[in-house]
């Protein structure tokens, strides 16, 4: 079974995470949580609920100041990190491996050891300083993965578009999905 962290961080765009962490219980991933001070606040405002619905729904739960947990040693094992979404400072605090808090430590972590980490940043328009940051990362092997949505499957609802994000992320992560419809199908 796959086990998988997920890091959210405050950016706007904290529906994909919720999606996320819905897909993977149906698909009896174990999931680990940690999620930042900011984005606490955002999850408030975006999505009009607190954060036990989100704790509900993953395996386990850390704060992001928790560096006595497994997860801030390279020790503990997991198979992959998602940051969705990603802000541009936790952007730049993997980017130049500044690790203040627990999320940004398992980045460090998922980079040493050479785990696959999925990183989703979001912020408009990007300036030189994001740029960079994303191109550091995606040369060590990190997949940048935007919340850039493509219409060729002709969406109807946010849930649509949603689901078509957390879709290609499930494929980066290597887990079949349905969520959304394949160009050619
Ligand atoms: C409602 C709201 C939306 C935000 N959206 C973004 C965003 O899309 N991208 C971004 O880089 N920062 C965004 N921010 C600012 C970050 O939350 C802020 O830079 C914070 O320090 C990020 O800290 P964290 O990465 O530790 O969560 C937003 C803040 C608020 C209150």
Same mark, same amino acid.
């Given at each position: ?16 995470a919720?999606?996320?962490?819905? %897909? ?5 991933v ?6 930042? !001070?900011?984005s ?17 729904? @993953? ?13 801030? @040693?390279?020790?503990? /094992?997991?198979?992959?990190?998602? %940051? ?14 500044? @690790?203040?808090?627990? /999320? ?28 960079? !940051?994303?191109? +550091? ?28 994000? %957390?879709?290609?992320?499930?494929? @980066? ?7 959304? +419809?394949?160009?050619?199908?």
């Open positions: 079974m796959k086990k998988i962290v997920v890091c959210i961080s405050g950016a706007s765009g904290v529906c994909y919720k999606r996320l962490l819905e %897909v993977l219980k149906e698909k009896n174990e999931t680990h949580l940690i999620i930042s !001070n900011s606490k606040k955002i999850i408030k405002h975006e999505l009009n609920t607190d954060i036990e619905e989100f704790i509900e729904l @993953s395996d386990r739960y850390y704060e992001n100041e928790d560096f006595f947990s497994p997860l801030a @040693s390279g020790s503990y /094992i997991f198979d992959a990190a998602v %940051v969705i979404p990603c802000s541009m400072k936790t952007l730049s605090s993997i980017a130049n491996g500044y @690790s203040n808090n627990l /999320i940004c430590r398992v980045c460090d972590i998922a980079l040493k050891e050479r785990r696959k980490l999925i990183v989703m940043p979001r912020e408009m328009p990007l300036n030189a300083i994001h740029l960079e !940051n994303m191109l +550091k990362l995606s040369k060590l092997g990190v997949i940048i993965m935007p919340p850039i949505p493509g219409f060729y499957g002709k969406p109807k609802t946010i849930e649509d578009i949603i689901d078509f994000i %957390v879709g290609r992320v499930l494929d @980066s992560l290597g887990l079949e999905n349905e969520l959304f +419809k394949r160009w050619g199908e």
